[in-house]
């Protein structure tokens, strides 16, 4: 449960990378917490503090690439993605400096078949 939380806790971050939560990422964050069976009082408070938890854009391309392809992994942990979990990873995928054909060929890679 802990990687859970981990994972989902590197997403909100993700989210406020730019410095802000859109109302669609806070949208799509409760979707995701709810899907995984974390607390909604935990996902406010994670999200109140996102900006302490700036999550640090990996500088180097591998760790770009591995934390995008964690991401898919923990949206697929289910079997498919829920279109709040696509929409997010697309957003955080652009920031991370990722084209979207660059993501199209992970998810493929991943087993998602948009």
């Known amino acids: 449960m802990a990687t859970e939380i981990e994972h989902f ?5 993700l989210s406020a ?8 990422e806070r ?15 935990r ?15 990996p500088q180097n391309q ?7 392809q964690e991401m898919i992994d923990f949206a697929m942990v289910d ?3 829920a ?9 955080v995928a652009e920031r991370l400096g990722f084209k979207k054909e660059e993501l199209d060929t992970y998810l493929k890679k991943s087993g998602h078949h948009g």
């Open 83 to 91: 279109k709040a979990e696509l929409d997010l990873i697309s957003t």
């Open 62 to 68: 591998l760790e770009k690439e591995k934390q995008l």
């Open 79 to 81: 079997g498919e993605f």
């Open 43 to 57: 996902m406010n408070v994670m999200l109140n503090r996102a900006s302490e938890y700036i999550y640090l854009i």
């Open 9 to 13: 806790r590197n997403l909100v971050s």
């Open 17 to 24: 990378a730019d410095g802000k939560i859109e109302e669609s």
């Open 27 to 41: 949208i799509a964050l409760s979707k995701i917490a709810y899907e995984r069976g974390i607390p909604m009082d």
